[in-house]
């Protein structure tokens, strides 16, 4: 079993940066993928970022080079630098994991990440 914990979330500016990071402790040797989410208050869940084990990187379409997200599989560990915030980045930020050829199937509890005007 894996767990993902996260950190690095707060209260920001528009315009400041922030870096959440996550943390996988357990069978980390059957994770393939790690990837961030986020979701908006009254909004669906929305793909940020992902990281493969053998380097393939994606991006959510609404990233447009403000986010960076990095990965140190000796530490297991799965980072997200966010650049340039915006108030419409405000949303719980949550980390998943994906074993070989499958859907993410654990979640981390999330980081709150708020950004003011």
């Known amino acids: 079993q894996v767990l993902l914990v996260e950190s690095g979330g707060g209260l920001v500016q528009a315009g400041d940066s922030l870096r959440l990071s996550c943390t996988a402790s357990?069978?980390?040797?059957?994770?393939?993928?790690l990837g961030w989410f986020r979701r908006a208050p009254g909004k669906e869940r929305e793909f940020v970022a992902s990281f493969t084990s053998n380097g393939i990187v994606e991006y959510g379409p609404f990233v447009k080079g403000r986010f960076i997200i990095s990965r140190d599989n000796a530490k297991n560990t799965v980072s997200l630098q966010m650049n340039n915030l915006k108030p419409e980045d405000t949303a719980v930020y949550s980390c998943a994991a994906a074993p070989p050829n499958r859907n993410y199937n654990v979640w981390g509890q999330g980081t709150q990440v708020t950004v003011s005007s």
């Open positions: 357990g069978s980390t040797f059957n994770i393939d993928k």
